[in-house]
């Protein structure tokens, strides 16, 4: 999974990520050799990036 952004937002950490995998929340993922937790998936990003996705975690 390819780490495309990071933002420390008050509610969370939101992770920009470029994946072709199916998620799901509650699911442990790893990103640059850190292991996260979904806790809400916001996707696709664009319209035109399908495979470009936000997660909170």
Known sequence: M???AEYETSFGKIL???SCETLKVGEN???KDKIY????????TRPTQNDVISILV
């Open 29 to 31: 993922i790893l990103v």
């Open 16 to 18: 920009l990520v470029k």
């Open 2 to 4: 390819e780490l495309i």
């Open 37 to 44: 937790k979904i806790k809400r998936i916001i996707l696709p």
